[in-house]
C-alpha cells in the first residue's frame, strides 16, 4: 500500500484543488492500494473545514490534525502513524509534475531502494524559478555535501518517499520538525549505508510562496552544527542504524596488505608534500611564515586525511567519516607541532633566512612527521576490528545517492 501525505498550513486557497488533481492521478495511475492524508499542523484559516470536506467526499482521503506547526513534524508523526508499506509526500502546491511519483515509488516496492527524492538539478530535470531561490538552493546543497559529506544533490526539493521499517527506525533520531527536517533525514540514512535513489523531476515555483528564504537557511546552518555534531558525539546512532538496516558491500573491500599501504601512504605523501610546498610559496609571498605554514599544512591535512582513507586504507562509504576527519585533524595538530618547532629552531639560530631555507627546514620536518602520522593513520583513525577491539565505525558501507538539487 502507499501513502501520500500532504503537510499543510494555511493552505486554504490551493488545498482543494491539488487534493482533487492528486486523487485523480493516483486513481488513473494506481491498480494497488494508496491512500492520501492531509497532514495539518496548527492552520488558523480554512484548511480545517476544507480538509474536513475533502475526507468526507473523496474515498481514499484522511485528514489528520496537528496542533503543533511544523512541516516535518507533521511528515514525522503520519509516517510514523502509517501502516502503509511506502510512505511519501507532496508539497500542497504541487509544484512537482505527478508524472514523476511512479519512479520515485517503483525503487521502494522492489526493494532495491531505501529512500527516493526527487530532484531538481540532474540534467533531465525541467525547472522553472527565479534566480535568487537557484542561488540559495544550489548553494546550500553544495555546502550540505561539502560540510557533511554527502552525495545527494537535492535536500529540499518536496517530493520524496521512504520504506516503512526504514522510516521507523530513522524518524526517531530526526530532531527538528521544520525545514531542515528532510536534510537531517538524508543524511542519518546516508550515513548509516542506506541507499538513496534520485528521480530527475519536472518542477515550476510557486510564487505565491510564503516560506522565508533567508530564516530558512539560517535554521538550515544551525541544524548542520547540531546534527554534525550528534553524529560526531553518538547521539545519533549511525552505526547501529548500520548494523540493523545498513546495506552491506556484495564483497568485502579489500584491505591492502601493510607493504601496499605504505607504499600508497608514501604516493598520498608525496603528492601531499608537493600540495603543500606550492601552496606555501604562494602564501608565503604575502602572509607571515607561521600562518603560511599553519594553512598549507591545514588545506593539505584535510586532503590527505581523505585520499588515505579511501586509498591507503580502503574505507568506504560516509560511515564514521566525520570522526576519521577528526582525528585526521588531531594527527595534523601534531605535525603542525612538528614543523613550527622546526621554524622556531630555524628562526632562533638564522632570523634572516630565505623562504626557500624555510622550505627546506619545514619539508626536512614533514618527512620526519611522516613516520608517525601513518602509525597514528593505521592504528588509531582507520584501525580495523584486527587492529583494536573498539572498532566498528570503520567497517566498509556502501552508499548510492542519486541527485536532486535544488
Not at 72 to 86: M, R, T
Not at 340 to 355: E, F, Q, R, T, Y
Not at 370 to 391: E, Y
Amino acid at each position: 500500500m502507499l501513502e501520500v501525505v500532504v503537510p499543510v498550513h494555511n493552505e486554504q486557497d490551493t488545498l482543494d484543488a491539488s487534493i482533487r488533481t492528486l486523487h485523480r492521478f493516483l486513481s488513473s495511475t494506481y491498480s494497488e492500494p494508496w491512500m492520501i492524508t492531509i497532514a495539518d499542523n496548527a492552520s488558523v484559516d480554512s484548511t480545517p473545514v476544507i480538509s474536513a470536506m475533502l475526507q468526507s467526499t473523496l474515498p481514499g482521503v484522511q485528514y489528520l490534525r496537528l496542533e503543533k506547526k511544523g512541516r516535518g513534524h507533521a511528515l514525522k508523526i503520519a509516517w510514523l502513524l502509517s501502516q502503509a508499506e511506502v510512505l511519501a509526500y507532496v508539497d500542497a502546491d504541487l509544484s512537482t509534475d505527478l508524472r514523476a511519483l511512479p519512479p520515485l515509488i517503483a525503487p521502494l516496492t522492489s526493494g532495491h531502494s531505501d529512500v527516493a527524492i526527487g530532484t531538481r538539478h540532474a540534467r533531465s530535470s525541467r525547472v522553472v524559478r527565479g534566480p535568487k531561490r537557484e542561488f540559495i538552493s544550489r548553494g546550500y546543497n553544495m555546502l550540505l555535501r561539502r560540510t557533511m559529506g554527502v552525495e545527494f544533490t537535492d535536500a529540499q526539493c518536496g517530493f520524496k518517499a521512504i520504506r516503512r521499517d526504514i522510516a521507523r527506525t530513522v524518524l526517531p533520531h530526526v530532531v527538528d520538525s521544520g525545514w531542515f527536517f528532510d536534510s537531517e533525514l538524508l543524511v542519518i540514512a546516508e550515513r548509516a549505508g542506506l541507499r538513496i535513489h534520485e528521480v530527475p523531476v519536472d518542477w515550476v515555483d510557486d510564487t505565491h510562496s510564503s516560506v522565508n528564504l533567508i530564516l530558512t537557511a539560517v535554521e538550515d546552518m544551525r541544524g548542520m552544527v547540531r546534527v554534525s555534531r550528534d553524529i560526531a558525539t553518538g547521539r545519533i546512532p549511525v552505526t547501529a542504524i548500520y548494523t540493523e538496516l545498513g546495506r552491506k558491500p556484495l564483497l568485502p573491500a579489500e584491505i591492502p596488505s601493510f607493504a601496499g599501504q605504505v607504499m600508497r601512504f608514501l604516493l598520498v605523501g608525496g603528492f601531499s608534500t608537493l600540495a603543500y610546498a606550492l601552496l606555501y610559496l604562494i602564501l608565503a609571498a604575502g602572509l607571515a611564515p607561521q600562518l603560511s605554514n599553519f594553512l598549507a599544512l591545514l588545506v593539505t591535512a584535510v586532503a590527505n586525511t581523505a585520499a588515505n582513507r579511501r586509498f591507503t586504507f580502503a574505507v568506504r562509504g560516509g560511515l564514521g567519516r566525520t570522526r576519521h576527519h577528526l582525528q585526521g585533524l588531531v594527527v595534523f595538530g601534531l605535525a603542525w607541532a612538528l614543523t613550527s618547532g622546526a621554524l622556531l629552531v630555524l628562526h632562533s639560530s638564522a632570523a634572516d633566512a630565505s623562504a626557500t631555507v624555510e622550505l627546506v627546514v619545514l619539508t626536512a620536518a614533514n618527512l620526519a612527521a611522516t613516520a608517525m602520522r601513518f602509525t597514528l593513520l593505521r592504528l588509531w583513525v582507520f584501525a580495523r576490528p584486527a587492529d583494536r577491539t573498539t572498532a566498528g565505525d570503520n567497517q566498509p558501507a556502501t552508499t548510492t545517492a542519486a541527485s536532486c538539487g535544488p
